[in-house]
């Protein structure tokens, strides 16, 4: 069974930052990108970034590239999502997620094309 657990959310000032933690298991997850997504009330689920896990080459949408890191750990499972410089609008619960993408395959942004999910992590950056 596959679980995801996220970890690491907060608050913290503008400018600030915050690592996040995703801790896979239950597969391996070698074929598998693992994204991170947001969501805030009332809105959809926003990609933010992915990796894949065999290669490790990493996907950003515009409004993170230059703030946030994705990087993995093979040894501890686990896929991180350091984030500096936050905004306000950074605010949201931060999803970890994997999906099983073939090398042929450009990873997906919409989160209905991912199989796995955490529960969430909130984070908050106040002004």
């Known amino acids: 069974q596959v679980q995801l657990v996220e970890s690491g959310g907060g608050l913290v000032q503008a400018g600030g930052s915050l690592s996040l933690s995703c801790a896979a298991s239950?597969?391996?997850?070698?074929?598998?990108?693992m994204g991170w997504f947001r969501q805030v009330p009332g809105k959809e689920r926003e990609f933010v970034a992915a990796?894949?896990?065999?290669?490790?080459?990493?996907f950003y949408t515009d409004s993170v590239k230059g703030r946030f890191t994705i990087s993995r750990d093979n040894a501890k499972n686990t896929v991180y999502l350091q984030m500096n410089s936050l905004k306000p609008e950074d605010t949201a619960v931060y999803y970890c997620?994997?999906?099983?993408?073939?090398?042929?395959?450009?990873?997906?942004?919409?989160?209905?094309?991912?199989?796995?999910w955490g529960q969430g992590t909130q984070v908050t950056v106040s002004s």
């Open positions: 997620a994997a999906d099983f993408v073939p090398l042929s395959r450009i990873p997906s942004k919409r989160a209905d094309e991912y199989d796995y």
């Open positions: 990796i894949r896990w065999g290669t490790g080459s990493t």
């Open positions: 239950g597969r391996t997850f070698i074929n598998y990108v």
